[in-house]
């Protein structure tokens, strides 16, 4: 059974650009949550997806959204790039419903670099 | 809102030398909880989990029990090996929610 993949593995941009993200969940998986991984601010929620609908979001600012496809893939924007979006970006997916026993599977992640 | 406490790192032990890592928490209702692993260079690894008070949590050595009167979950390992280097971290999920909340983490290095 194929794990979470995250694409790309790494990715430099330039302030101001914007980047997506994308993240396959595991099959027949039907959440999709995305972490912002930095080494000052820690593991941080952003958002989470459940059958293309966003059920919960972090406190990020509206420079940071996602989408979710009929087929689960997700992808997450980040508009005019900040030198503080540099992190590591984790997706991570789970059956979605009420079985907390199940936990999460995160992906590899994603590196972006804003120079 | 929910948090998680970890001990602070970092953490050096010789090969075979016993591992603990507190973990405390705060949550409102019954969350569950768990310790994810980190290698360098990758993503989070389930390590191990427990969902209710007492259940213990177990995996490639590593243990953990859910004290739901202590609000504590420990990790444990009696013999810890090269291998085990890593970034250890505690996490709950909220029986009302549908996110992680994360400790800061703990790395651990072990030395031959």
């Known amino acids: 059974k194929a794990g979470v993949t995250q694409t790309p593995r790494y990715l430099i941009k330039t302030r101001g650009q914007q980047v997506t993200l994308s993240c396959s969940p595991i099959?027949?998986?039907?959440?999709v949550s995305w972490y912002q991984q930095t080494p000052g601010q820690g593991l941080q929620f952003l958002f989470e997806?459940?059958?293309?609908?966003?059920?919960n979001k972090g406190n990020f600012p509206g420079r940071f959204s996602g989408r979710q496809f009929s087929n689960s893939r997700s992808e997450m924007n980040v508009s005019t790039l900040e030198l503080g979006d540099s992190a590591l970006y984790l997706c991570?997916?789970?059956?979605?419903?009420?079985?907390?026993?199940?936990?999460?599977?995160f992906g590899s992640g994603t590196r972006l670099t804003v120079v | 809102g929910d948090s998680v406490t970890q001990m602070e790192g970092p953490v050096t032990l010789s090969e075979e030398a016993f591992l603990t890592i507190n973990c405390t928490y705060t949550?409102?209702?019954?969350?569950?909880l768990f310790w994810y692993v980190q290698y360098p260079g990758e993503g989070l690894q389930l390590l191990l989990k427990?969902?209710?008070?007492?259940d213990k949590g177990s995996n490639k050595g590593f243990e953990a029990t859910y004290r739901k009167e202590t609000t504590s979950f420990h990790l444990e390992k009696g013999s810890v090996q090269v291998s085990d280097s890593a970034v250890y971290f505690c996490?709950?999920?909220?029986?009302?929610?549908?996110?992680?909340?994360f400790g800061a983490g703990t790395t651990v290095t072990v030395r031959a």
């Open positions: 991570a997916s789970s059956p979605g419903n009420r079985d907390r026993a199940y936990g999460y599977t």
């Open positions: 099959s027949g998986h039907r959440s």
């Open positions: 997806y459940f059958s293309e609908t966003q059920r």
């Open positions: 949550a409102t209702g019954y969350p569950s």
């Open positions: 427990a969902t209710k008070a007492d």
């Open positions: 996490a709950l999920l909220n029986s009302n929610d549908y996110k992680l909340s």
